[in-house]
Nanobody
């Protein structure tokens, strides 16, 4: 499975970005895509899961404090999952990764290369 992310960049405090994650090479039509983020300099804390979506039925899960600002959705015809991020804050600055899972309850099996999101104050 290959995952390609896009959509990161520099945005001002309060701005919005939409990240995309396009999957290829999967034999399953029932899988999940999670979005994670890694804050530079805090690699020891690991990657924080932001959201996850089961692409077949659209069930979504969010990190509690991000629900309402972040929304994930999928376009199964394009094998693409999106992360819409609104009202961005400087503390949202991180490298964002998407990851392929059999289920949101399982450990990710494949990772994208990551895309940098920087929110200026």
């Amino acid at each position: 499975v290959q995952l390609v992310e896009s959509g990161g960049g520099l945005v001002q405090n309060g701005g919005s970005l939409r990240l995309s994650c396009t999957a290829s090479g999967t034999r399953y039509d029932n899988y999940a895509i999670g979005w994670f983020r890694q804050v530079p300099g805090k690699e020891h804390e690991g990657r924080e899961r932001v959201s996850c979506i089961h692409v077949k039925d659209g069930a979504t899960f969010y990190k509690d404090y991000l629900a309402g600002r972040f929304t994930t959705s999928s376009d199964n015809a394009k094998n693409t999952v999106y992360l819409q991020m609104n009202s961005l804050k400087p503390e949202d600055t991180a490298v964002y990764y998407c990851a392929w899972h059999i289920s949101c309850a399982d450990t990710p099996g494949y990772w994208g290369q990551g895309t940098q999101v920087t929110v200026s104050s």
